[in-house]
DNA sequence: AACACCATGAGAAATCTT
DNA sequence: AAGATTTCTCATGGTGTT
């Protein structure tokens, strides 16, 4: 009967119809959020919050990000816990201190390219009144850091989930931190209401990596996983120290994306560099081009004026993974590069499911939409957990092939089934995998950034983009497996 | 202003297939 | 050897936050 239910709404369109919302000029939807939110509005706890944190001496900047970080419930206890973290995080992380370049090694401006994410433009139709739904735009959290990372002394360790994002099953999503304006406001509205954490991985590792995750995982007691990796460009790459000049204060890589500096590029560098000789020579206005250069393909030092991209063998190490997680098997260098740079880093995602150990010291049963090259299953592996059922779905057979591979050099106890494509799952596919076991304890998804990445100069089109838009399988699927679940146990 | 950003696509080169 | 396919090389801005 719930079956049946959910048949009847299958129909992808009618479904998104259901949730989508397009809060400016289109005042004839009515939707179920827009009206809570008007209700909710009247009440603005957070300027209340905000109006006693700044009596308490707080600057406006500082309560109003960490009132938005907070939510609006939170008390003000815990607020002021989160000025405090962000406030120790800052003093702790001293990044890229330099000069400012009076040059820029830019190319010059061009034509003005065409309009660029449309939709989400549009949705905040200047509205210059009083603070409305559509003004309320998430915003980023500096330093981003989430409710709290290994280092932090401090971190908050309660938040109230809104009601129907309280599992089973617990759910897990993942993209970039830095998409287009009112991604992340869709997303949060898709799933649950529940509000993004957003979470630099350079707090964790050697290399920055600035993600959004939507999960309803406890987040009191988390631990990182041992050893702990090295946090430092020096640490993780230490025969790059030998050759590093003492004008590179880098101590944290840039992004690992998944294109790499061209060899021509790495040359212009040295040429430009051997005519100085030894490097405390090098003219301001080089060493400024080179650094631009090297912050921006992420260049490490690897002999005398020799720059050159990360070996996919260390891209892996940075992100967490075994060694030779990505290599051989048929798979290109290209791919590889491509997979990792595709990936979660372990490490960061490993914290926030490290709360799941004690409440399923069993093991658990994974539903994995947009696997990849496994971040997730790597990361519960690493936690001690052990993983019972797992259905991966990943469109990319090669990246299907890396975690069978790892699934079986790992001596896996549990039962792994992969699946192709997000698209086609549909209920009773589902109601099908999940009868053996009764159902997911986790749902975990980053889906596809292409059309969200900043560095994507051609189709950055935002959510509606032609890849990225397959977030909208994530909620689709959660529902159902909420849903599936939710029926068996009535049974 | 400075800076960072899970990228894409055209064309060349290498490799595989017939 | 010719054609088909894969892999590699390289250049290509703009948006949003600080």
Same mark, same amino acid.
């Given at each position: 009967?719930?079956?049946?239910?959910?048949?009847?709404?299958?129909?992808?369109?009618h479904w998104?119809?259901?949730?989508?919302?397009?809060?400016?000029?289109?005042?004839?939807s009515?939707?179920?959020k827009?009206?809570?939110?008007?209700?909710?509005?009247?009440l603005?706890?957070?300027?209340?919050?905000?109006?006693?944190?700044?009596?308490?001496?707080?600057?406006?900047?500082?309560?109003?990000a960490?009132?938005?970080?907070?939510?609006?419930?939170?008390? @003000?206890?815990?607020i002021?816990?989160?000025?405090?973290? !962000?406030?120790?995080?800052?003093?702790?992380?001293?990044?890229?201190?330099?000069?400012?370049?009076?040059?820029?090694?830019?190319?010059?401006?061009?034509?003005?390219?065409?309009k660029?994410?449309?939709?989400?433009?549009?949705?905040?139709?200047?509205?210059?009144?009083?603070?409305?739904?559509?003004?309320?735009? @998430?915003?980023?959290?500096n330093?981003?850091?989430?409710?709290?990372v290994?280092?932090?002394?401090?971190?908050?360790t309660?938040?109230?989930?809104?009601?129907?994002?309280?599992?089973?099953?617990?759910?897990?999503?993942?993209?970039? !931190?830095? !998409?287009?304006k009112?991604?992340?406001?869709?997303?949060?509205?898709?799933?649950?209401?529940?509000?993004?954490?957003?979470?630099d991985?350079?707090y964790?590792c050697?290399?920055?990596?600035?993600?959004?995750?939507v999960?309803?995982?406890?987040?009191?007691?988390?631990?990182?996983?041992?050893?702990?990796?090295?946090?430092? @460009?020096h640490?993780?790459?230490?025969?790059?120290?030998?050759?590093?000049?003492?004008?590179?204060?880098?101590?944290?890589?840039?992004?690992?994306?998944?294109?790499?500096?061209?060899?021509?590029l790495?040359?212009?560098?040295r040429?430009?560099?051997?005519?100085?000789?030894?490097?405390?020579?090098?003219?301001?206005?080089?060493?400024?081009?080179?650094?631009?250069?090297?912050r921006?393909?992420?260049?490490?030092?690897v002999?005398?004026?020799?720059?050159?991209?990360?070996?996919?063998?260390?891209?892996?190490?940075?992100?967490?993974?075994?060694?030779?997680?990505?290599?051989?098997?048929?798979?290109?260098?290209?791919?590889?590069?491509?997979?990792?740079?595709?990936?979660?880093?372990?490490?960061?995602? !490993?914290?926030?499911?490290?709360v799941?150990?004690?409440?399923?010291?069993?093991?658990?049963?994974?539903?994995s939409?947009?696997?990849?090259?496994?971040g997730a299953?790597?990361?519960?592996?690493?936690?001690?957990?052990?993983?019972?059922n797992?259905?991966?779905?990943?469109?990319?057979?090669?990246?299907?092939?890396?975690?069978?591979?790892?699934?079986?050099?790992?001596?896996?106890?549990?039962?792994?089934?992969?699946?192709?494509?997000?698209q086609?799952?549909?209920?009773?596919?589902?109601?099908?995998?999940?009868?053996?076991?009764?159902?997911?304890?986790?749902?975990?998804?980053?889906?596809?950034?292409?059309n969200?990445?900043g560095?994507?100069?051609?189709s950055?089109?935002g959510?509606?983009g032609?890849?990225?838009?397959?977030?909208?399988?994530?909620?689709?699927?959660?529902?159902?497996v909420?849903?599936?679940?939710?029926?068996?146990?009535?049974?």
């Amino acid at each position: 009967m719930m079956i049946q239910t959910l048949r009847d709404r299958s129909s992808f369109h009618h479904w998104l119809h259901h949730r989508y919302s397009t809060p400016a000029g289109s005042g004839s939807s009515v939707d179920r959020k827009t009206k809570d939110v008007e209700n909710y509005e009247l009440l603005p706890k957070h300027e209340k919050a905000l109006l006693s944190l700044t009596s308490m001496g707080y600057t406006v900047e500082e309560a109003s990000a960490a009132v938005e970080r907070c939510g609006p419930d939170a008390s @003000i206890g815990e607020i002021t816990d989160f000025i405090c973290a !962000a406030q120790m995080a800052k003093t702790e992380a001293v990044f890229y201190e330099e000069e400012k370049p009076k040059k820029l090694f830019t190319s010059n401006g061009k034509l003005k390219r065409k309009k660029f994410h449309e939709l989400e433009a549009h949705k905040r139709k200047k509205q210059k009144g009083p603070l409305t739904e559509e003004d309320e735009v @998430i915003r980023l959290p500096n330093p981003m850091i989430g409710f709290g990372v290994p280092s932090g002394s401090t971190a908050i360790t309660h938040r109230t989930l809104p009601d129907a994002a309280v599992g089973p099953p617990f759910f897990y999503y993942e993209n970039v !931190a830095l !998409a287009p304006k009112g991604v992340w406001d869709t997303i949060s509205r898709f799933i649950y209401d529940v509000q993004p954490e957003f979470v630099d991985s350079q707090y964790f590792c050697a290399t920055a990596r600035k993600r959004g995750y939507v999960h309803n995982l406890p987040i009191k007691n988390r631990f990182p996983i041992l050893p702990l990796p090295p946090r430092t @460009i020096h640490d993780a790459l230490p025969m790059t120290r030998r050759w590093w000049p003492e004008w590179d204060p880098r101590t944290k890589l840039n992004c690992l994306q998944t294109s790499y500096a061209s060899s021509r590029l790495t040359d212009r560098i040295r040429k430009a560099l051997e005519k100085w000789g030894e490097s405390e020579n090098v003219p301001e206005d080089v060493r400024k081009y080179v650094m631009y250069e090297c912050r921006k393909w992420n260049l490490v030092w690897v002999g005398k004026n020799k720059v050159a991209p990360l070996e996919p063998d260390e891209v892996e190490m940075l992100l967490g993974f075994p060694r030779n997680h990505t290599r051989g098997g048929g798979i290109s260098r290209t791919d590889r590069y491509k997979s990792l740079g595709n990936s979660f880093q372990v490490d960061t995602v !490993a914290y926030h499911l490290s709360v799941l150990k004690d409440i399923f010291p069993n093991g658990i049963n994974m539903l994995s939409l947009f696997s990849g090259i496994g971040g997730a299953e790597v990361a519960l592996h690493r936690l001690g957990i052990p993983l019972k059922n797992v259905v991966s779905v990943e469109l990319s057979e090669a990246n299907r092939d890396i975690v069978r591979s790892w699934w079986e050099q790992t001596n896996q106890k549990g039962n792994l089934v992969h699946l192709a494509d997000v698209q086609q799952l549909n209920p009773d596919k589902l109601e099908q995998l999940m009868r053996p076991f009764g159902g997911f304890d986790l749902v975990v998804g980053g889906s596809p950034c292409n059309n969200l990445a900043g560095s994507n100069r051609v189709s950055r089109d935002g959510l509606e983009g032609e890849q990225s838009a397959l977030f909208y399988e994530f909620p689709r699927i959660l529902d159902l497996v909420k849903c599936i679940m939710n029926g068996q146990n009535e049974n």
